[in-house]
C-alpha cells in the first residue's frame, strides 16, 4: 500500500503546478552560522557556547539548559555576539551544576529553530574500579597488571616499577592504553612493586602497589601447550576512535600470535598494527571494522594452537540520509516531511515545531521517518525540525512550511457514502460541494485504518470530472474510515465528515503450522496457533483436519470448531507413520491447506507404556533449575526410569538424563544464566515480609519526619537464613505488619511513609535488607529524626518480570522510591 497511487500521479502533478513555490527551493529566512559544541572544562574555569543565527532582522536568541530555558545572571549570561558565556563553571550538586545539555534558539517573524545540543561536562576522575593485584609467576613466563578507572576526559594510563616511571614498549613490557601492564620472558630482576598512574586535566591518581614475585625456573623446561592467558573482550568502539584487543598467551615453546576474522574478510593493514607480543591494535575505526576477530596462539612447528576471540561493535553517531523539504501547502491541505537518519545504534527521529517537540493528534501523524500534517491551518505555518539521536549525537535538519490562504474556498463535499465491494475494495462517492464547487478542480480521497494506534493515513487524488472512486488495495476484514477534500488553485475545502466502513472476509492466506506429540502409542496430540489476522483474513469459524498412514492414500477427515486449538486423535496403530495436515476456513470458504506432517506413533510392548508425568520447574538461582514430577492418576503402567531432556533455546537438544524410577525431582545445575529456555515454565510465588523493629517506641516523642531510604545490602542466598534468624533473637517483638498505622497508648501513631522497591533481573536469587528511618507523629504534628531503623526484607526468584512492593504510607506527599536492581 503506497500512501500515493500511482495511477493518480500525473492528476496530482497537474494539480501542483498551480501552488507557489516561493521559499521551497531554498530556507535563509533563519538559519545558525555557529552552532554550540561538547565542551569539557576545569571547576571555576570560564566556558564560551557559540551561538549566531543569520536570517530577517530582528532574531531573537535564547538558552536552555536541559530542555528549560536558562535564566541569566551575574555569572552565566550572552555576550553581544548571543554566545552563552560562564565566568565560572560550578559543579555542585541538583539544578546549582552548570553540567548539562545545552541549546540555543534562533526566533524571528518566520519561526523558531533549534540549534544541535552541546554537552557540558566538568573534568573529574574516580577511584580506581579495579586496582592491581600482587602475582607470583615462574622465571621465564609472563606477568600481567592491570587497573581500571572512570575519568572525563579519558585518562592517560602509565605504570611505574618501584616508582619509576617504566617505558610503554619494550621487547619484554607492554602497556596498553586500556590500563594493562604485559611483561614477557619474566627474570628476577623484575620481582619488585608495580602500580599504575591515571592523569587527566583533572587529576592524577595511583593505584595501590602490586607485588611481582619471581619463583626460579625448576631444571628442564617440559613443553607445554598453548594457553591464552588474558584474551581479547567484546567491546564497542565509536567511529574514528582506536579498538584495542589484547592476546596475552603462554606456552613453552612460546607460542606464536596470529589473527583473523570469523567471516573470513581480510585484515585491514593500514589501520591495524600488533602492540606488543600479540595484542591487536585499529586505529580509526569504521564500520568495516566490525566483526568478530579471533587470536590463535601456536607452538611453532606444531598444529598444537588455542584460540580466543571476541567482538568489535562500531558505533556510529546519527548522520541523514534524507532531509526534509520546505513545503508550500493552501490551507486544509497536506503536507508530509520525510526525514531519515542512519547511526549505530539506530538514531531516534523527533520532530519540532519552532523549537517545540510535535505530538500527534487527530491532525498530525508521525510514522517513524515521517511528519503528516492533515487539513493544514493557518497555525501550521512554521519552522519544522527533524532531530535524529542516538548515544553518540544528535544532528538536526529544518523546513519551512508556508500555508497559502484563499478566501473564496470551496464548502466541503457532501453526503459521503462508502459501500464494501469486496474483501479489498470499497466504493466512496459523494456529492459536489454546495458553494464554488464550479471552481473544484481535484479532490483527494484519504483513508486508514479505523482500529489501532498511529495508523498511517493514505491519498489518492482523482480529477474533477468524477464525485466516486474505489479504493481496492484494502486489508480483509478490516474496518476503514474516509473523508474527501475538494481542491481549487489556491486553496482546499474542510475535509467532509467521516465515513467508516469494513471489508469483508477472504479466506486464510494459509493454515497454522502444528504440533504433534504421542502420549501413548495409539494418539496422536494436534496442536496449533491461532492465525493472526492479517492471515486469517476474517473470523476463523472452522477447521479441517486431514491424516492418512503414509502407506494407505484413504484420508481421514475430522471438522473442529475455530476456537480450538487442539484436538487428540485416538484408536490409532502403533509404531506407524501417520501424515498430517489442517486447513482453516472463513465464512467465505476454506484456505490453503498445510504441507503434510509426518509422526510416527511409539510402539507397543507388552507392558502398558505410561503416560508422560506432569512436571513443574524451580529456578533455584541463576544457574540453576529444580524439575519435579508426578505421574498422573489415570496412570496405571509400571516404571522403570525416567529420562530428562532439557536445551537451551536455539540449541540442539543434548542427551537426556537416565534417572531411576525412585526419583521425583532433579537439580540441573551449570545452565547459562542469559536466556535460559526448558520445555515447561511455572509461575513462580513470590513472599514478602517486613520486619519492623518496635523498640524504638521508647525513643519516639509525639512528633514525626519524612521517611528517607539509607542504604540498600544485597546478600547472596547462603545468609538468608541468617538474617531471619537474626531478626527473630534481635527483635523478639517484630512481625508482620500490613496496617498504614499502628496506635499507641500515648496517642501517637508510629507511620511507615510510603516507599517502593523495584527490582528489575533476569533469574536472580537474593536477599535484600533496605534500611529506612523509623518515624513518630501526633495529633500536633510535630516531627523529629528518631534514628532507629526499619528492615524490609525481600526473597524470592525474579523471572523476567518487574516486581514493585509497595509499603503503604501516611502520606502520598513523601513518597520515597527504593532500591533499583538491573
Known amino acids: 500500500m503506497a500512501p500515493l497511487k500511482g495511477k493518480s500521479y500525473q492528476r496530482l502533478l497537474l494539480f501542483a503546478i498551480f501552488l507557489p513555490i516561493s521559499g521551497v527551493l531554498s530556507f535563509s529566512e533563519l538559519f545558525f552560522v555557529k552552532e554550540p559544541h561538547d ?20 532574531i531573537d536568541i535564547r538558552w536552555l539548559r536541559n530542555g528549560v530555558r536558562l535564566v541569566e545572571n551575574e555569572r552565566v549570561y550572552l555576550l553581544s555576539n548571543s554566545s552563552l558565556f560562564i565566568s565560572e563553571v560550578e559543579s555542585r550538586r541538583g539544578d546549582k551544576s552548570d553540567e548539562g545539555c545545552y541549546q540555543c534558539l534562533a526566533q524571528n517573524k518566520y519561526g523558531t529553530i533549534l540549534s544541535q545540543k552541546a554537552h557540558l561536562t566538568i573534568a573529574s576522575m574516580s577511584s580506581f574500579a579495579l586496582q592491581p593485584t600482587s602475582v607470583v609467576v615462574t622465571e621465564g613466563s609472563v606477568a600481567r597488571f592491570s587497573c581500571k578507572i572512570s575519568a572525563h576526559p579519558p585518562p592517560i594510563i602509565i605504570w611505574e616499577f618501584n616508582r619509576v616511571t617504566l617505558p610503554l614498549s619494550t621487547d619484554r613490557i607492554t602497556v596498553l592504553p586500556s590500563g594493562v601492564l604485559q611483561i614477557q620472558g619474566v627474570q628476577q630482576t623484575d620481582a ?8 587527566n586535566i583533572a587529576s592524577r591518581r595511583r593505584s595501590i602497589e602490586a607485588t611481582l614475585t619471581v619463583t626460579p625456573a625448576p631444571g628442564p623446561m617440559l613443553p607445554q601447550r598453548p594457553r591464552i592467558i588474558a584474551g581479547p573482550q567484546n567491546i564497542s568502539v565509536s567511529l574514528h576512535q582506536s579498538a584495542i584487543l589484547e592476546c596475552l598467551a603462554t606456552g613453552n615453546p612460546r607460542p606464536l600470535i596470529s589473527w583473523s576474522r570469523a567471516d573470513s574478510k581480510s585484515i585491514d593493514v593500514y589501520n591495524t598494527k600488533v602492540l606488543g607480543n600479540g595484542n591487536l591494535i585499529i586505529a580509526d575505526i569504521k564500520p568495516q571494522h566490525g566483526g568478530v576477530y579471533m587470536c590463535r596462539a601456536t607452538t611453532p612447528g606444531t598444529r598444537n594452537y588455542t584460540v580466543a576471540s571476541a567482538n568489535i561493535t562500531v558505533l556510529a553517531p546519527p548522520s541523514f540520509v534524507e532531509w526534509p523539504e520546505s513545503l508550500t501547502r493552501p490551507r486544509a491541505g497536506t503536507a508530509r516531511f520525510v526525514c531519515q537518519a542512519e547511526g549505530a545504534p539506530a538514531p531516534q527521529i523527533t520532530w519540532f515545531k519552532n523549537g517545540e517537540k510535535v505530538h500527534s493528534n487527530g491532525r498530525i501523524k508521525m510514522y ?10 493557518l497555525e501550521d505555518d512554521a519552522i519544522y525540525q527533524c ?28 453526503n459521503i457514502q462508502a459501500d464494501t465491494v469486496s474483501s479489498s475494495a470499497i ?24 482500529e489501532g494506534l498511529n495508523n498511517e493515513e493514505y491519498q489518492v487524488v482523482i480529477g474533477n470530472d468524477t464525485t466516486r472512486y474505489i479504493i481496492d488495495d484494502l486489508e480483509p476484514a478490516r474496518n476503514y474510515t474516509f473523508y474527501v477534500v475538494a481542491y481549487m488553485p489556491m486553496g482546499a475545502s474542510r ?3 467521516h465515513v467508516f466502513q469494513h471489508t469483508l472476509e477472504d479466506v486464510p492466506l494459509q493454515a497454522p503450522e502444528i504440533s504433534l506429540t504421542s502420549r501413548s502409542p495409539t494418539d496422536i496430540q494436534v496442536s496449533w496457533q491461532p492465525l493472526p489476522l492479517k492471515l486469517s483474513r476474517g473470523r476463523v469459524s472452522n477447521y479441517r483436519l486431514s491424516y492418512r498412514t503414509s502407506s494407505e492414500s484413504a484420508v481421514s477427515q475430522i471438522e473442529l470448531p475455530g476456537e480450538k486449538t487442539h484436538h487428540l486423535l485416538e484408536n490409532l496403530q502403533p509404531d506407524t507413520i501417520y501424515l498430517l495436515r489442517l486447513v482453516a476456513a472463513t465464512s467465505v470458504g476454506w484456505g490453503e491447506q498445510s504441507a503434510w506432517t509426518s509422526h510416527r506413533t ?23 533449575i529444580s524439575a519435579r514430577w508426578h505421574l498422573t492418576p489415570r496412570n496405571s503402567a509400571s516404571v522403570r526410569g525416567y529420562k530428562l531432556f532439557y536445551h537451551e533455546e536455539s540449541q540442539p537438544e543434548s542427551a537426556p538424563l537416565q534417572l531411576q524410577a525412585s526419583a521425583h525431582k532433579h537439580t540441573i545445575e551449570g545452565l547459562d544464566s542469559c536466556g535460559l529456555c526448558v520445555k515447561k515454565k511455572k509461575a513462580v510465588q513470590w513472599r514478602l515480609i517486613y520486619h519492623l523493629f518496635y523498640d524504638c517506641f521508647e525513643q519516639c516523642s509525639s512528633r514525626s519526619t519524612e521517611i528517607k531510604e539509607s542504604h540498600c545490602v544485597w546478600l547472596p542466598e547462603p545468609q538468608r537464613g541468617f538474617i531471619s534468624q537474626y531478626l527473630k533473637e534481635m527483635h523478639p517483638l517484630a512481625n508482620g505488619v500490613d496496617a498504614q498505622t499502628m496506635g499507641r497508648s500515648d496517642d501517637s501513631l508510629l507511620l511507615l511513609r510510603a516507599a517502593t522497591l523495584r527490582l528489575e533481573v533476569s533469574i536472580v536469587e537474593a536477599t535484600v535488607i533496605c534500611v529506612y528511618e523509623l518515624i513518630c507523629a501526633s495529633e500536633a504534628n510535630r516531627e523529629d529524626v528518631v534514628g532507629r531503623m526499619i528492615d524490609a526484607v525481600v526473597w524470592g526468584f ?6 514493585t512492593a509497595p509499603i503503604q504510607g501516611f502520606s502520598q506527599q513523601n513518597q520515597t522510591s527504593g532500591a533499583n536492581r538491573n
Open 39 to 58: 565542551v569539557t572544562a576545569m571547576r571555576k574555569e570560564a566556558v564560551i557556547l557559540d551561538c549566531q543565527a543569520r536570517g530577517e532582522a530582528p
Open 192 to 199: 619488585g612493586h608495580y602500580r599504575c598512574v591515571a592523569t
Open 368 to 377: 517513524h521517518s515521517k511528519l503528516v500534517i492533515n487539513q493544514i491551518i
Open 387 to 414: 532531530q535524529a539521536e542516538n548515544g553518540l549525537g544528535s544532528v538536526l535538519s529544518m523546513a519551512r512550511l508556508i500555508v497559502v490562504m484563499s478566501e473564496d474556498r470551496p464548502s466541503a463535499p457532501r
Open 427 to 450: 466504493l466512496l462517492a459523494w456529492e459536489r460541494p454546495q458553494y464554488n464547487s464550479d471552481k473544484v478542480i481535484a479532490y483527494s480521497v484519504h483513508y486508514m485504518k479505523a
Open 495 to 497: 475535509m467532509s465528515d
Open 602 to 624: 511409539p510402539k507397543a510392548s507388552s507392558a502398558q507404556v505410561p503416560l508422560a508425568p506432569e512436571l513443574y520447574l524451580e529456578p533455584l538461582n541463576c544457574t540453576t
Open 798 to 803: 525474579l523471572q523476567d518480570l518487574t516486581f
